[in-house]
């Protein structure tokens, strides 16, 4: 599951990077870091899991990385 949350930060981070033609910076990496927690909302959503399961602790586990990714990939 980390390694699906990881993939999904480096997407982002790449989207975001490549429609602000390579700049980098702290709202930047705001940005991403709300698309890598969207796409953890969408997820509970489809999988018909409420908005934030209680017990969730892989999805949680993969969202931090998938925002520890965007950070990184995003660092001026």
Not at 11 to 25: Q, Y
Not at 27 to 45: C, T
Not at 55 to 66: E, I, K, P, Y
Request: proline share 3%; charged share 10%; no cysteine.
């Amino acid at each position: 599951m980390i390694f699906l949350g990881i993939g999904i930060g480096y997407v982002v981070a790449e989207a975001v990077g490549f429609a602000t033609n390579r700049r980098s910076g702290t709202p930047l990496q705001v940005i991403g870091a709300l698309g890598v927690v969207v796409a953890y909302f969408v997820r509970n959503l489809v999988a018909d899991n409420g908005f934030v399961p209680t017990n969730d602790f892989g999805g949680l586990l993969a969202l931090l990385a998938g925002v520890v990714m965007v950070i990184n990939r995003l660092r001026s």
